[in-house]
């Protein structure tokens, strides 16, 4: 059924997801306001400023706010009250025993039956524990005067290509429950579904569960990789060669496969471990996502333990510089970030920091105050350390100066936690160079 106006779409919550979402729809012409407590971030949002950094999203915004298309406002009520279609997308942190904390996700359903002023589908588009729709439609269901339709519709861009993700999506994943949510959402999303890619219609129950599996399936494959990499060290195997030997086959696929300083981000930890809580609530085992989450916190110290070897142990009083903060590139996201980790182990050892990142370094000084030195540039970081470890494989690490580094460096020591560069070439260079899994079967410690 199409639609004659443009739809009147409320998203509260305008963070990563919220944002992303409303400044896309709002570039396939639908009318967009985006609701946040946080008065701040509005502010700047209707000045075009992007309070986080996400290639091509400031284009969007200030295109459809020019246009009116797109909206920003603090007042939650008046978004609601106007629109047919309300995105849930607030944060839903870890509570302390590891769920998701609901309370914001519930304050907002508060707020849209009270504020409800026409027949409206609620749809959660934040990641949300099977039941949470449910949830929503009894305390909405206390004061709506108006019948209302719930939907979930959990969201799977990734940080970093969250613009091109939205509007390219793999699939769309709709949990709903009437033929006029399905429709109305249906239409929504047709612009991003063109080229054929499916719009998966379910119940609610199975959307939800749908994000967290996908989420653990990803932090699961990375864990796994951690390991076979940990195992291929000590056997004298290269886990590159062994990670293309295995991501050929169809049935693997090559993503999600590369080693590294274990997850981090807003997502995989807390989903995993909200899952994790979910089963132990209904009292099934997900002992496979314990383990996941084990290997990663022994994969975040990682880094720190190659480097303590390299420098025999003994890090009190070393200067060491640190390439990337952000938990993955293309973001200044440093949420659960393995380089936090890292640099906490290496103040309580006694060592000193100099670090650098494209986009994080405001994130990082908001997070770690000046308990290390910023560099302007990856070189400057450089000087007077005793070894670099690499943490995030930003595109600029990727070919620098070998000669720079190791004329600047008070010892070549190179700890590489995104096996950026080859290890026979580091080391003909004269390197001490530590990667991850790619131990030459030479050095590999026989049992
Ligand atoms: N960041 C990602 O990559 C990603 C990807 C997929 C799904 N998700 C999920 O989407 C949800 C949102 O994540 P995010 O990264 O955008 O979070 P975020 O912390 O960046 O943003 C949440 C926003 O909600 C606002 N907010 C909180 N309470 C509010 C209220 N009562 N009314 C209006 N606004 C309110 C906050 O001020 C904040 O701006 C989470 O459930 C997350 O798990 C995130």
């Not at 996201?333 to 670090?355: F, K, Q, Y």
Request: proline share 5%; glycine share 8%; net charge negative.
């Amino acid at each position: 059924m199409q639609k004659e106006s443009p739809v009147k779409v409320a998203v509260i919550g305008t963070g990563y997801v919220g944002l992303v979402v409303g400044a896309c729809l709002a570039e396939t012409g639908n009318d967009v306001t985006c609701a946040d407590v946080d008065a701040g971030k509005i502010n700047s949002l209707r000045d075009n400023h992007i309070p986080i950094y996400e290639p091509g999203l400031e284009d969007l915004v200030e295109r459809n706010q020019s246009q009116r298309r797109l909206v920003f406002t603090t007042d939650v009520g008046s978004a609601i009250a106007k629109a047919e279609v309300i995105f849930i997308a607030v944060g839903t942190p870890p509570d302390e025993d590891g769920s998701a904390d609901l309370r914001h996700v519930l304050t907002v359903a508060e707020a849209i039956g009270q504020n409800l002023k026409r027949e409206a589908v609620i749809v959660t588009k934040s990641t949300v524990p099977v039941g949470t729709a449910e949830r929503v439609r009894a305390v909405v269901a206390r004061a709506a005067q108006y019948p209302f339709h719930m939907c979930s519709n959990p969201e799977f861009l990734k940080e970093g290509a969250a613009v091109e993700d939205f509007m390219k999506p793999d699939r769309v994943v709709l949990g709903a429950e009437s033929d006029h949510a399905r429709s109305v959402m249906a239409e929504l999303y047709a612009p991003f579904v063109r080229t054929g890619k499916p719009i998966i219609f379910m119940d609610i129950a199975s959307a939800e569960m749908t994000k967290y599996a996908a989420n653990a399936m990803l932090a699961t494959r990375i864990s796994f990789m951690n390991e076979i990499a940990a195992l291929c060290e000590r056997v004298g195997a290269d886990v590159d060669l062994v990670r293309k030997g295995i991501g050929s086959d169809t049935r693997i696929g090559p993503s999600f496969l590369f080693p590294g300083p274990g997850y981090g981000g807003s997502c995989f930890p807390k989903d995993v471990q909200a899952l994790i809580r979910t089963a132990r609530e209904y009292g099934v085992a997900l002992s496979v996502l314990d383990s996941v989450e084990d290997a990663n916190r022994r994969q975040k110290r990682r880094l720190f333990e190659k480097l303590e070897a390299a420098l025999d142990g003994n890090v009190r009083g070393k200067h060491i510089a640190v390439w990337g903060l952000a938990f993955k590139p293309n973001t200044d996201d440093m949420r659960e970030a393995p380089a936090l980790t890292l640099i906490e182990a290496l103040l309580s050892a006694g060592a000193t920091v100099a670090a650098h990142d494209p986009a994080a370094i405001e994130e990082s000084k908001r997070r770690l105050g000046d308990v290390i030195r910023y560099a302007d540039s990856n070189y400057d970081a450089l000087d007077g350390a005793d070894a670099l470890v690499i943490v995030t494989d930003w595109n600029e690490y990727r070919h620098p100066d070998f000669n720079r580094i190791k004329s600047t460096l008070r010892r070549p020591i190179v700890i590489d936690g995104r096996n950026l560069y080859g290890a026979e070439r580091m080391r003909s260079m004269g390197f001490v160079y530590e990667s991850i899994g790619r131990m030459p079967a030479a050095d590999a410690v026989k049992v």
